[in-house]
T-cell receptor, first 116, second 114 residues
Framework: DQQVKQNSPSLSVQEGRISILNCDYT??????FLWYKKYPAEGPTFLIS?????DKNEDGRFTVFLNKSAKHLSLHIVPSQPGDSAVYFC???????????????FGQGTILTVHP | DTGVSQDPRHKITKRGQNVTFRCDPI?????LYWYRQTLGQGPEFLTY????????KSRLLSDRFSAERPKGSFSTLEIQRTEQGDSAMYLC????????????FGPGTRLTVT
């Protein structure tokens, strides 16, 4: 069963506009969420994270929103740049006793293309 | 330290052969993870270590798979009697065992079983 889902396989956006990537989860035990970006021939790189005690976290052009009641999170990129073109994965984790549980559950990924 | 490294980057093997992959984590990281990724999917958790102890292994993982981290530094992942379904990208990651400590991934080893 897919506990973390990214229902949009791809997204195409014009440079300078907003990119919104969505992610849904089913396991209510998840309490820490992360976004990773992946370029071809490279491993995923960490972008931004959010704890379940927050509903928003911002880092430069990247903002993650969490709606716990809907079990939904989204990543906003403003403004989008051609270098943001990559595959974006959301991932979920459980925290135990103040540390990460250690096992990330990933969504299928969304291919973002930002056109100049 | 330049990050997580994996060796080899590519491996082609015939069905039934054994293969071993190596991962060198970021030196100060005490956690090391193995994931597998197939086309169109996100990374799937296989197993992880804290120092030299293997703390969890996915129940989906066949007994043909074994991982070690003998001195709490590098790790090896061995697949015995490979099958075509084992063809995938094998990713290694490392982190500190702290809240908010993100996992840093290596470039992966792409395995093709013919």
């Amino acid at each position: 069963d897919q506990q973390v889902k990214q229902n949009s396989p791809s997204l195409s956006v014009q440079e300078g506009r907003i990119s919104i990537l969505n992610c849904d989860y089913t396991n209510s035990m998840f309490d820490y969420f992360l976004w990773y970006k992946k370029y071809p021939a490279e491993g995923p790189t960490f972008l931004i994270s959010i704890s379940s005690i927050k509903d928003k976290n911002e880092d430069g052009r990247f903002t993650v929103f969490l709606n716990k009641s809907a079990k939904h999170l989204s990543l906003h990129i403003v403004p989008s740049q051609p270098g943001d073109s990559a595959v974006y994965f959301c991932a979920a984790d459980k925290l135990a006793g103040g540390t990460s549980y250690g096992k990330l559950t990933f969504g299928q990924g969304t291919i973002l293309t930002v056109h100049p | 330290d330049t990050g997580v490294s994996q060796d080899p980057r590519h491996k082609i093997t015939k069905r039934g052969q054994n293969v071993t992959f190596r991962c060198d984590p970021i030196s100060e990281h005490n956690r090391l993870y193995w994931y597998r990724q197939t086309l169109g999917q996100g990374p799937e958790f296989l197993t992880y270590f804290q120092n030299e102890a293997q703390l969890e292994k996915s129940r989906l993982l066949s007994d043909r798979f074994s991982a070690e981290r003998p001195k709490g530094s590098f790790s090896t992942l061995e697949i015995q009697r490979t099958e075509q379904g084992d063809s995938a990208m094998y990713l290694c990651a490392s982190s500190l065992a702290l809240v908010g400590s993100e996992q840093y991934f290596g470039p992966g080893t792409r395995l093709t079983v013919t």
